[in-house]
């Protein structure tokens, strides 16, 4: 079975997290039909996209069609498990070669969980390359 992930940070091809993706790329590029906060957070420059839909802005990323053992290694590596990790959940993104609206899983954090002090930038259209140039891995991630 294959499931659809919207991918905006670490995941997406070549960044950081991208061994870990073991999906096949839908063609094109994608952005959230909501806004959603799209921060980089802490002193590792990790990430978030927040649950809050209707603020911050459209979100730029990548879609992936992964199967079973790629999902969940992807729930791995964003901590579904752990009480201060992502949650996967189902958003509505838009784009591609040929436009259409997909729904598919993105690894989002909960409003409770952002500390605004701990924001280094953002909200952030699109995570790009020199933002993933600051990012820092767990130390059992590496």
Do not use: I
């Not at 199967?67 to 752990?82: C, Q």
Request: net charge neutral; glycine share 10%; aromatic share 10%.
């Amino acid at each position: 079975m294959e499931h659809l992930v919207f991918v905006f940070g670490t995941l997406k091809e070549g960044f950081p997290n991208f061994a870990t993706n073991r999906g096949v790329r839908v063609a094109g590029s994608f952005r959230t039909c909501a806004a959603y906060p799209l921060y980089l957070v802490g002193d590792r420059h990790v990430p978030w996209l927040v649950n809050s839909p209707g603020t911050g802005v459209r979100v730029s990323g990548e879609v992936f069609r992964v199967d079973v053992a790629t999902l969940a290694a992807m729930d791995r590596l964003e901590g579904v498990s752990r009480p201060d990790g992502y949650r996967r959940e189902e958003l509505e993104v838009e784009g591609g070669d040929s436009p259409r609206l997909l729904l598919a899983y993105a690894y989002l954090k909960q409003p409770g969980q952002l500390v605004m002090s701990e924001v280094r930038a953002g909200p952030l259209e699109e995570y790009k390359l020199e933002h993933a140039a600051r990012y820092r891995p767990r130390p059992n991630d590496q």
